[in-house]
Structure formats: structure tokens, C-alpha cells
């Protein structure tokens, strides 16, 4: 898919993004958050891959919402793939959601950062031949997801790309060493922060997880001025509201401006204008 090909060229000195919803909450809104998406990352010619997840499967309580319905959440980002012309990407939890997933013409299967040690969850998402983004575990070394990345390459599939997304400090915190964007570089695969749960506040006594979503700005701007290749952001109109992760998204109304501060930031750092 071209798209894909212009987020995953990843020297081209503009940085990806990876954004969306949690989870898919319906197809109205989900639509919605796809289009102005779109339309912003056209604007700030950004290469783009709409994220949702289509199930959630590590949810704090089990009364919490985990979706639509597998095949329904499926086949919406499957629409919205085609009808919009982006690339996809969404989280898988076992085998058997691997396959089903690589099945609705999802480009990138994307591994929670608790299962990234999980080898037979790896070599599933590998042998579908897509992009595999594996998160970096809360409790690892950057250098230590070499092990995780080499599992899919080892399966046949050289199409990694690893994830940040903060270290747990505590019981209830995490924190972002931005050393671990260059160091998971150096292991020869693009490397992404996901800005929005590195701001988690996670196992709140509620059983509702927290955040600091006012630091996302923060968050933003260090990853792109350390070099990471892309950005993960989580993203709803209205965050007070949303079904999952809404206390550490950002507000779609502050994208676009973000993004317009992102960009010019990137071009600084390089000393040229990119894309």
C-alpha cells in the first residue's frame, strides 16, 4: 500500500504518526476521528496510520467496554482503509487474533507492550507477512527488545518497528527515558513513542486508569527532537467521555495545532525541509 510505503520509509526526515481512538466505540465516531485525521495530516503532509484497536483485552475491571464485536470492529477499519486510503493498525493479544486481523487487510499488527515477550504471539503476527509494531515492555531494557524484534525476524519477517512508551517507576507511574529511542535505533528498525500512554497513571485504586494528558505537548516535542521515527497519539473529541484510556488522550480539537509545532520542530532539527 503506498501509504504504508511512505510511513515506513522512515529516513525521509518527517516523522509518522500512528493515531486514533482506544478502542472503536462506533462507527459514527470512529469515522469521524478517521476523516479529521486525514484531513489534518494531508495538511501537515505527514505520513499517517489510523489507529484503533478493534477488541481490548487488558482492561482494568470486567464490566469495561472491549468493543463492537471482533469481526464488526474489523470490517469498519477494513472500510476506512479503503474508502479513505490509509494505512491500519491495531492491536492483536493471541494467535488466533493475528490471523484474523491479517485477514481484514490490516497493515500493521500491533503487539501490547505486556506481550512482547509472548513468542508464539510473535511468530503469528510474523507469519502474516504485515508490519509488526511490538511495544516495549514497562518492565525492559531498550536493549532488551532486541530479543522481541529478532523473533519476528527469525520468523521470516523483516518488517519491525519497536515502540517506547514509558518505564514503570512505582506501582501507579511511569517515565520516558528518551535514551531509548536511539538505542532501540541502533538495532536497525523504526522506532516510535507513543506519547499518550507513556502519560498513563496506571492500577488506580478506581480500577480506572489515570493520566497527565497536558503533558503530551511535552512528550511530543522531546521524542521529535530526539529523532524518533514516528509518533503514537491517542486521540477522541471528547476525552472526559471515551470508552478506554480517556484520561490520558489528547483532544482532537488540539491536534492541529500540535502537529503544526511537531513538523516545525522536525524541520529545525534536521536544517532542511523535509517531505
Known sequence: MKNLQLVTDYNNGMFFLMAGPCVIEGEEITWSIAKTLKE???????????????KKANRSKITSFTGIGDREGLALLQSIRKE?????VTDIHSVQEAELAASYDIDVLQIPAFLCRQT?????AAATGKWVNIKKGQFLSP??????MQKVKDSGNPNVMLT?????????????D??????MQSLGCPVVMDVTHSLQKP????????????????????AVAVGADGLFMETHPDPANAKSDGANMLNLSLMDNLLSQLVELRKTINGFNVI
Open 40 to 54: 489534518l495530516t494531508s495538511k501537515h503532509k505527514i505520513p499517517f496510520i489510523f489507529k484503533a484497536s478493534y
Open 84 to 88: 479513505l486510503g490509509v494505512a491500519i
Open 120 to 124: 508464539e504471539l510473535l511468530q503469528a
Open 143 to 148: 536493549e532488551a527488545m532486541v530479543f522481541a
Open 164 to 176: 517506547e512508551r514509558g518505564s514503570q517507576f512505582g506501582y501507579s507511574d511511569l517515565v520516558v
Open 178 to 183: 528518551f535514551r531509548s529511542i536511539p538505542k
Open 203 to 222: 492500577n488506580q485504586v478506581s480500577g480506572v486508569t489515570g493520566g497527565e494528558p497536558e503533558l503530551i505537548p511535552h512528550i511530543a516535542r522531546a
